[in-house]
């Protein structure tokens, strides 16, 4: 798809502002009701997500990078998963809009897809297994685009190329079981980028890949990302993986922000006792570390968020504040800040 | 493996991400390729049908079926005379030349008769079996895929009908009408007979719904009715096109049993469960009037249970 395609400067009849960020969500927050009470998934992210900007969303698993994403696509399983605060606006126009029941509905579901995509963590469980590739990818283009069924597959085999899946021509008709992972994975960002989304949203992409192909597929997706001015969220639990991609960097636990900034004065400078934590526990190749050292304890029940900071039952150096205080997300100097009583603290060990 | 045929609320884990033909088929047709042409078909159901063939047991039982099939849409063709031409003169005739299988009461030629009973029976089987299977694929999605309330009240339905033995169901509805055609018969069939079936395809929707590429289905924008059709039903319909499959051959003796009890067809319909009930009678001095359509519906069963077997095992990754 190299023609653009002429977009509407209207969505869902609500006009884009042009100058407005690809992405923006101010103090989401989302619960999900269940018999045992209620889990407080994501409590007050925010970040914008400017046209080429990269932004990755690192956290452990169940900190809420995934749900939040899911609220942003409006794919959230509701119930029992609901929005209860907070707004997302894609271009000025807002997604989410109150109801009745005073929780908030996704109300522009055009977006998915052809606005905002996503690239998920296993490709071969994200890709229907009695399909071809081919014609899984030539079926957006028939579905959204309205081509003819030997377009759609003259435009599979060329997102194929894009994506650079060797001798594409060929493998147009190969089921995805016959590929090998990091194919897989591409063809699950061609899909993503089908219909020129304004705004890509990868959840873990590179977790069930080999290092090396991990490597390659981060590659893939800057180099796209450079090529066609989309605006790329990643998800992640691993610092290292995305540092040389991404721009800014947005760390959370338990749902909520623990340190925001540029990608490489976090990485070179944490100052959040849980950012440090987390590259502690990962190998990296800049830094000799003689063990890795696991983060104490384990993570947050969401059903009961400790008080104050909610990292505080397993930070090293919480103190008696650190348990009824939450610390606001203050500027820390050098392009970034942290939500941490004694961020100077964590910086002088560095 | 029977844990695939047994309804269950708890979503099968082993369900065969196969296929059923049509989607295939117009997959296929929508992207014709060169793999496809050389035969190097690769998807689920390809490989299910390289299985098949080379099993003596879906070759033969599929054969017997064909075979059937074809007798009941034209029995006029292997008959060797009109059914109901009778003569009371070669009234209870044993098996000759000239009556392969003997004559009935009635002097009707009885090979000629048991011809014409395949049409009544398989009709009453694929008819009956196509819309339960109808019914449970639209109930069983819905209900799978939409959950909560909905799922609750087609469950609480489901539940009830349960209650209702198919065969005593059967008698006391069928005593109340007076006329009984293969139209009343069907009907009561398919009322009675949907609920297994339904929580089969509940069960299973439940199973594919939970994979990753509906999410990504979801995410690319596509709708509720769009990810039935597409991506959960053809993942889904393995294990319910094995049950159907057996089902042709329950259904099957179950209007016969119907017939047999007085309460299915009526004379002078030709079925085999109404010759059937003629026979028992003179048992001792006509054996011929019971042997011939009780084997012609035994192996018609026995043809579509084996059908639903082989189909199992070839559509079963786990049993290759």
Request: net charge negative.
């Amino acid at each position: 798809m190299t023609e653009t395609i002429a977009r509407s400067d209207k969505l869902a009849g609500r006009p884009i502002d042009p100058n407005a960020p690809f992405l923006e969500v101010r103090d989401l927050n989302v619960e999900f009701r269940i018999e045992d009470g209620i889990v407080r998934a994501v409590n007050g992210l925010s970040y914008t997500l400017g046209q080429g900007e990269t932004l990755a969303i690192l956290g452990e698993s169940g900190s809420g990078k995934s749900v939040s994403a899911q609220a942003v696509m409006g794919i959230l399983d509701t119930p029992p998963g609901f929005v209860t605060a907070g707004t997302v606006k894609f271009r000025g126009v807002d997604l989410l809009a109150k109801n009745k029941k005073g929780t908030f509905d996704h109300v522009v579901p055009e977006v998915r897809g052809s606005r905002i995509a996503m690239v998920f963590q296993d490709a071969l469980t994200a890709l229907n297994p009695v399909f071809t590739v081919g014609w899984q990818l030539g079926e957006m283009l028939r579905k959204h685009r309205g081509y003819s069924k030997k377009d759609a597959k003259e435009g599979a085999i060329e997102l194929m190329e894009r994506v650079k899946i060797p001798s594409a021509r060929e493998r147009v008709n190969s089921y995805p079981h016959e590929f090998s992972g990091g194919m897989r994975q591409r063809v699950m960002i061609a899909m993503a980028l089908s219909l020129d989304p304004d705004v890509l949203i990868a959840d873990e992409p590179t977790t069930a890949l080999d290092v090396t192909v991990q490597a390659q597929i981060m590659e893939l997706l800057s180099e796209l990302q450079a090529e066609t001015g989309t605006g790329l969220i990643l998800i992640t639990h691993d610092l290292a993986v995305v540092a040389e991609v991404a721009d800014r960097v947005v760390v959370m636990y338990a749902g909520m922000r623990m340190e925001v900034g540029e990608i490489q004065a976090v990485y070179h400078r944490p100052s959040h006792p849980y950012t440090l934590g987390l590259m502690k526990s990962l190998a990296r190749h800049d830094m000799h570390v003689e063990r890795l050292t696991p983060i104490a304890g384990s993570p947050p029940d969401l059903l009961h968020i400790p008080t104050g900071c909610p990292f505080h039952p397993r930070c090293p150096y919480a103190k008696d504040i650190c348990s009824t205080e939450i610390p606001s997300l203050d500027a820390v100097g050098g392009g970034h800040a942290s939500a941490c009583h004694f961020w100077q603290e964590v910086q002088i060990e560095i | 493996m029977t844990d695939d045929l047994r309804p269950s609320d708890e979503p099968s884990t082993n369900i065969d991400p196969a296929i059923d033909v049509e989607v295939e088929a117009e997959a296929l047709g929508r992207v014709p390729d060169a793999s496809a042409q050389d035969g190097r078909t690769a998807s689920l159901w390809g490989d299910a049908w390289r299985q098949l063939r080379r099993r003596p047991v879906f070759v033969i039982s599929a054969t017997i079926i064909v075979i059937l099939v074809i007798i009941s849409l034209w029995p006029g063709l292997f008959a060797t005379h009109d059914p109901r031409d009778c003569n009371l003169i070669d009234s209870l005739l044993l098996p000759s030349s000239e009556h392969w299988f003997g004559t009935d009461l009635q002097g009707c030629d009885y090979y000629s008769r048991t011809l014409y009973g395949t049409r009544v029976s398989i009709t009453i089987g694929i008819v009956v079996v196509f819309f339960i299977t109808l019914i449970a694929i639209i109930g069983g999605s819905i209900a799978g895929y939409y959950g909560r309330a909905v799922d609750s009240i087609i469950g609480r339905i489901t539940d009830i009908w349960f209650v209702i033995p198919t065969i005593l169901g059967g008698i006391v509805i069928l005593s109340l009408v007076r006329t009984r055609g293969i139209t009343t018969v069907s009907l009561v069939l398919i009322v009675l007979g949907w609920a297994t079936l339904l929580r089969l395809v509940r069960s299973s929707v439940l199973a594919v719904k939970a994979n990753d590429y509906v999410e990504a289905a979801r995410a690319m924008g596509a709708s509720n009715f769009r990810i039935i059709v597409r991506h959960i039903l053809p993942n889904a319909l393995a294990p319910v096109i094995i049950v159907s499959a057996i089902n042709v051959g329950v259904i099957i003796a179950a209007e016969a049993a119907l017939s047999f009890l007085g309460v299915g067809l009526q004379l002078p319909a030709i079925s085999w469960g109404l010759m059937i009930s003629v026979a028992q009678q003179r048992i001792i001095s006509a054996p011929h009037l019971l042997l011939f359509p009780g084997a012609f519906l035994s192996v018609t069963v026995f043809s579509f249970i084996l059908m639903g077997d082989a189909l199992r095992d070839a559509l079963d990754p786990k049993l290759r």
